[in-house]
């Protein structure tokens, strides 16, 4: 355990970004979170974050990204770019090529700025294909860059990197987060809290994750 450290976590009151808050809190001493405000699909997505920075008692910054809406629409035009999960005519975060190579920049940039060595996101290889900068080798590429960028050894962390949803759900459990998880954040498409409303392709990974979770719970107690 490395004690005395600080760390930033990317955070947006998702199960994976709240599953890395509660690992990073494990694990320094020093945690503060931000929250990238990007016009996303629900309000809502920002007030749970916030919620849940203020009950763990966390510095939570929001930075400002509406730019990430004026880059969107180039994305719609291109035949390569898959249209899929927009819900009443709002484009879907997914949208944005590069996204997680502007959230991890910020955050370390961030960083710089309140001495926190270490950047923690939920990127994620396995459960996301077609997104390049979820994969490893483009977050430890970065993590290279950013140092060479602003001459410092930032460490970028991704603790869910080859975790399916289950075993994120199996991660939170370990941590002692699994009822704070399940219960506080958002995944959900339609702004619906917890286990959300069960219809979006959102709640279906997620469900689908927990089911198996619990399942292979009652398997271990058997
Ligand atoms: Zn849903």
Known sequence: MEKNNK?????S????STTCLFWALKKYDDVEV?????????????EVAKEIANDLNIRHHILDMSLLNQLAPNALTRDDIEVTDGEDGELPSTFVPGRNLLF???????AKQIGAKHIITGVCETDYSGYPDCRDVFIKS???SLNLSM?????????????????TWKLADQLGAFDYVREKTLSCYHGVRGDGCGECPACHLRQNGLETYLKQLKEVKA
């Open 104 to 110: 991890v920049s910020f955050a370390t940039i961030l």
């Open 151 to 167: 001459d410092d050894d930032f460490v970028v962390h991704t603790p869910l990197m080859w975790l399916d949803k289950a075993e």
């Open 142 to 144: 970065l993590n290279v």
């Open 7 to 11: 760390a930033v976590v990317v955070f």
């Open 13 to 16: 009151g998702g199960q994976d």
């Open 34 to 46: 931000v929250t990238f405000n990007y016009g996303q699909r629900h309000d809502e997505e920002i």
